[in-house]
């Protein structure tokens, strides 16, 4: 059974035709890249298989289960960061983990362990316990990456997680999600960072006009990944 899947999902917003029939299997272990231009249909993407809106056609499974019926059970098996997204301002980074342990249904115990493992990963031990809307936009995003691995799922959605972090910090998180996957865990990353896609990717996908256009393994291709993106996607800006 893979991990993800879609099989000719459709989603129009009105008359914008987001998803026209994609087509994507995942295994597990895998780390897979989503790489399309803007308005491809990424975001559209992960936002249904994460069950936070519903395809007007086609089927998507997450470890076996669907979605768009069971859309809480979905969102207790993965984890997900979402693009542009922090924790709420009123609460430090050690609060907000701890409202998404118990929502995860982790133990006081292991909320404290995670908590003090990503405090230490990402330098955030000086202020885990400062108000989040006192946080750098930096800050903010690593409470945000901690908390979709916090309870350590299976399945993980990460949308641009390198965004406004540092150069030795983004190495740090390149890091971790090759030994996440490397440990049996299935990582769906949508970015436009290209470099990381090849560096990174077991597998990347390109998405272009709402459909999975080519799939590649950056290790087993011959040209630059940006390259072949352009090829499928950039014909009509040459
Ligand atoms: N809520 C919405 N209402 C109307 N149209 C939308 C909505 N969300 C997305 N769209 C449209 O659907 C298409 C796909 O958008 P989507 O956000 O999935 O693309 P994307 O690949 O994530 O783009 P980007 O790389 O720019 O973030 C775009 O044409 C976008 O304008």
Redesign the pocket.
Known sequence: MAAIECDGVHKA??S?R?LDGLTLSIEAGELFGLL??????????MSILTGQITPDDGTVRVLGTDPVTDPVGVRELVGILP?RSSPPSFLTPREYFQFVGAVRAMSDDAVERATREWADRLDLGGHIDTLSTDLSRGQKQKVMIAAAFLHEPEVVFIDEPLANLDPIVQETVKAFLSEYRADGNTILL?T?DVSVAAERCTRVGI?HDGELVTTVRPDAIDERLIDVFTDHVGGERA
Not at 36 to 45: Q, R
């Open positions: 917003y009105g914008i987001a399309g231009p803007n308005g491809a249909g990424k975001t559209t993407t693009e949508s436009h998405v």
